[in-house]
């Protein structure tokens, strides 16, 4: 990729996006995640279980659209959780901590009034190569 250049990154292994933006973009040594909700890739459907298994699920499809891209979670630098719920923050954290056990990348929670699809979880990423 030539500098200043953008490319998609799109993993057929996280769900396809549901509206006009990419499952992420790769610019330079930069990585882009778009937001990540607990979908199942092959149906397009809310995972059922509650905040727990969609925030498993986010993280799956994340880690899908990292490896299109070459990396894994140890790259990401910086996460953004959005929570429907507040009071879901230490089940989220408990789960989050698998996927970003050696050096966690900083990271912004927020509570938010509505997530797409009736989710209560969603996360996205930055994240460097290289």
Known sequence: MANGMKT????SDAP????????AIA???WVFCSG?????????LLVEGGVEAEARQAL??????LAAAGLTPAHVVKTTLYLL??????RVNAIYAEYFSDIPPARATVAVAGLPKGARFEIEAIAMGG
Do not use: E
């Open 8 to 11: 998609p990154v799109l993993s």
């Open 36 to 44: 990540q909700v607990g979908l199942v890739p092959k149906t397009g």
């Open 16 to 23: 396809a996006p549901i509206g006009p933006y990419n499952q």
């Open 60 to 65: 799956d499809n994340l880690r899908a659209v």
């Open 27 to 29: 610019a330079g040594q």
């Open 85 to 90: 719920d507040m009071n879901d923050f230490a």
